[in-house]
């Protein structure tokens, strides 16, 4: 698949976006998506889409819990998905910019 990655593996166009693209990018970072990743992935577009930025963390953890739920909503439920980190890598394999907020 080629695709144009920045030097941290994000895509440099969003536009590129497809499902496809996001299992190629989560293979790329030992990830093997689920439903329940496919649930934070499109909630983070469409945050994204909504609001044309990207939260931080504490944010991210908290528009998860309203929209999805407490137990959706919480650090540990997200590091079990994301292990590396779950706002910059569901950005990532979302397609993404990678949050300003994120090492």
């Not at 990655?5 to 970072?29: R, S």
């Not at 689920?34 to 994204?48: D, G, T, V």
């Amino acid at each position: 698949m080629e695709l144009r990655l920045n030097d941290e593996g994000f895509l440099c166009n969003i536009e590129d976006w497809t499902k496809e693209v996001a299992i190629f990018l989560a293979g790329e970072n030992h990830l093997q998506l689920s439903p329940l990743h496919w649930e934070i992935i499109f909630f983070i577009r469409q945050y994204y889409n909504d609001y044309q930025h990207l939260p931080n963390a504490r944010v991210f953890t908290k528009a998860i819990a309203k929209k999805l739920g407490v137990e959706k909503g919480n650090s540990r439920y997200l590091h079990k998905l994301f292990p590396q980190g779950p706002l910059k890598y569901a950005c990532k394999i979302a397609g993404l910019p990678k949050p300003p907020t994120c090492l």
